[in-house]
């Protein structure tokens, strides 16, 4: 028989009817998901799923983050599960790909940090996470806009050498506009953000594969957002970037509160696997 450990998603306040939720959705490796009770009489539980062992070893692991396939069937699956349970209530969400060795060691980790989940299920109680980004969008054509300045600058008397370069200085002088105006629209979110969000988190940009669409991503924030705040906030933050050329502004969600459920202190049994390369954020394309 394959051994099995315990794959954890979630902590959460337990209502009446999850376990209703929770049919038909698969969990990590197909497998299903159940809850564990914090305790007789508790108010939290966990949802974990079994899975095999051997894929969630630290040497098969890491071999495992290093295939963008793998890595994103298992973040729509865990995903999927903390949507699933987050339209019924309030979740906080576990780092990807986080593991104990059984049951029992899930319950121990909700029974040792059951006031600082308590305390954190009630401040995000009513919250959803939103994502913003902003890029500086590639100027059309650049090449082409270099060449015909280059041809502009020969009929008005420059060498070849000189008007080449003058080509590439206002080329420059294009992209640090951009830049500017980059600034100038996280400086109008930011303010949004402080009227009307609960919290605001930093991520590090997003580049190589994990950068979607055109453009240099240069702000990957996340804001905690009252549901009532959320279509104001919204619009704002879409309009933020109306007047600025060179800049987009996408606005993704809403999420279960990933970037605002800070993990137990180590007081709690440490969980026996969970990677520091693992994103612990939802992923920008929900399945």
Same mark, same amino acid.
């Given at each position: 028989?394959?051994?099995?450990?315990?794959?954890?998603?979630?902590?959460?306040?337990?209502?009446?009817?999850?376990?209703?939720?929770?049919?038909?959705?698969?969990?990590?490796?197909?497998?299903?998901?159940?809850?564990?009770? !914090?305790? *007789?009489?508790?108010?939290?539980?966990?949802?974990? *799923?079994?899975?095999?062992?051997?894929?969630?070893? !630290?040497?098969?692991?890491?071999?495992?983050?290093?295939?963008?396939?793998?890595?994103?069937?298992?973040?729509?699956?865990?995903?999927?599960?903390? !949507?699933?349970?987050?339209?019924?209530?309030?979740?906080?969400?576990?780092?990807?790909?986080?593991?104990?060795?059984?049951?029992?060691?899930?319950?121990?980790?909700?029974?040792?940090?059951?006031?600082e989940f308590s305390r954190t299920l009630r401040r995000l109680a009513g919250h959803l996470e939103w994502g913003v980004k902003i890029y500086v969008e590639p100027q059309p054509d650049t090449q082409a806009?270099?060449? *015909?300045?280059?041809?502009?600058?020969?009929?008005?008397?420059?060498?070849?050498?000189?008007?080449?370069?003058?080509?590439?200085?206002?080329?420059?002088?294009?992209?640090?506009?951009?830049?500017?105006?980059?600034?100038?629209?996280?400086?109008?979110?930011?303010?949004?953000?402080?009227?009307?969000?609960?919290?605001?988190?930093?991520?590090?940009?997003?580049?190589?594969?994990?950068?979607?669409?055109?453009?240099?991503?240069?702000?990957?924030d996340a804001y905690l957002l009252s549901r009532d705040a959320a279509a104001e906030f919204r619009t704002r933050v879409l309009d933020a970037g109306q007047d600025l050329p060179g800049v987009r502004i996408?606005?993704?969600?809403?999420?279960?509160?990933?970037?605002?459920?800070?993990?137990?202190?180590?007081? *709690?049994?440490?969980?026996?696997?969970?990677?520091?390369?693992?994103?612990?954020?939802?992923?920008?394309?929900?399945?």
């Open positions: 028989m394959t051994e099995r450990v315990a794959y954890a998603y979630a902590v959460l306040r337990a209502v009446e009817g999850l376990g209703t939720v929770l049919e038909g959705v698969e969990g990590v490796a197909g497998a299903p998901v159940r809850l564990l009770p !914090e305790g *007789s009489g508790g108010a939290l539980a966990a949802a974990v *799923s079994s899975v095999p062992a051997r894929d969630f070893e !630290e040497d098969a692991l890491r071999r495992h983050l290093e295939d963008l396939d793998w890595l994103e069937a298992v973040a729509r699956a865990h995903h999927g599960v903390i !949507e699933a349970l987050g339209a019924r209530t309030t979740v906080l969400p576990m780092r990807l790909a986080t593991v104990y060795l059984d049951d029992g060691r899930v319950e121990a980790m909700l029974r040792a940090e059951a006031d806009t270099g060449a *015909s300045s280059a041809v502009a600058g020969t009929a008005d008397g420059l060498s070849p050498g000189r008007a080449y370069l003058r080509a590439r200085r206002s080329q420059r002088h294009s992209r640090d506009e951009s830049y500017r105006a980059a600034r100038q629209a996280a400086e109008r979110v930011e303010a949004i953000g402080r009227a009307l969000a609960a919290g605001h988190a930093r991520h590090r940009v997003q580049q190589g594969e994990l950068a979607a669409g055109a453009g240099e991503n240069v702000v990957n996408d606005v993704t969600g809403p999420w279960a509160p990933y970037s605002f459920a800070a993990p137990p202190d180590a007081r *709690s049994p440490a969980p026996d696997h969970a990677p520091d390369r693992a994103p612990d954020r939802a992923p920008d394309r929900a399945p």
